[in-house]
T-cell receptor, first 111, second 113 residues
């Protein structure tokens, strides 16, 4: 089985804090990487794709380290609305359209 | 523009009963997927359809069948439900290719007793 591993947390951080999540994957023949966000009892929604050079979207920064086979998500200036589960998703080149999801990291931002 | 819709939202089955979960998308996407989500397991791919007329097994296909009825609709059938199939089922769609965002439906919560 292709493995995508995440620390399940929970991460409980105060508003305004910076928090980082890591995700490791098992196979070096990986092709595409994503972070999805899932609110309680809701469907996952794309937060951001992760590009080889790293990318930023407002308070969110994603990094990819192919040599060490991990991706990271950094959230700056945490808001209460950031409370959710963050899912790491990997697609491998040899599996075509198959996407593998990590179990998710739970974040709660505390007032 | 409804995105991805799923029916039903909730279902309780007895062991051995059959049912079909329906999924439809209005985004003209080529690819569609069925996942199940269990506590501590993450989402696991059951079946997918890269394009109309094709279906392929994912990671956990046993006990399920699918039909890509047309470009919009992709159904998942449980022929003889088992308690191990108690889960939340999500349908998703995307443009063809691995670098595209998947759009998920709201999910079906299935309990098999």
């Amino acid at each position: 089985r292709k493995e995508v591993e995440q620390d399940p947390g929970p991460f409980n951080v105060p508003e305004g804090a910076t928090v980082a999540f890591n995700c490791t994957y098992s196979n070096s023949a990986s092709q595409s990487f994503f972070w999805y966000r899932q609110d309680c009892r809701k469907e996952p929604k794309l937060l951001m794709s992760v590009y080889s050079s790293g990318n930023e979207d407002g308070r969110f920064t994603a990094q990819l380290n192919r040599a060490s086979q991990y991706i990271s998500l950094l959230i700056r200036d945490s808001k209460l609305s950031d409370s959710a589960t963050y899912l790491c998703v990997v697609n491998w080149a040899d599996t075509g359209n198959q996407f593998y999801f990590g179990t998710g990291t739970s974040l709660t931002v505390i007032p | 523009n409804a995105g991805v819709t799923q029916t039903p939202k909730f279902q309780v089955l007895k062991t051995g009963q059959s049912m079909t979960l329906q999924c439809a998308q209005d985004m003209n996407h080529n690819s569609m997927y069925w996942y199940r989500q269990d506590p501590g397991m993450g989402l696991r791919l059951i079946y997918y359809s890269a394009s109309e007329g094709t279906t392929d097994k994912g990671e956990v296909p046993n006990g399920y069948n699918v039909s890509r009825l047309n470009k919009r609709e992709f159904s998942l059938r449980l022929e003889s439900a088992a308690p191990s199939q108690t889960s939340v089922y999500f349908c998703a769609s995307s443009e063809a290719g691995s670098s595209y965002e998947q759009y998920f439906g709201p999910g079906t919560r299935l309990t098999v007793t």
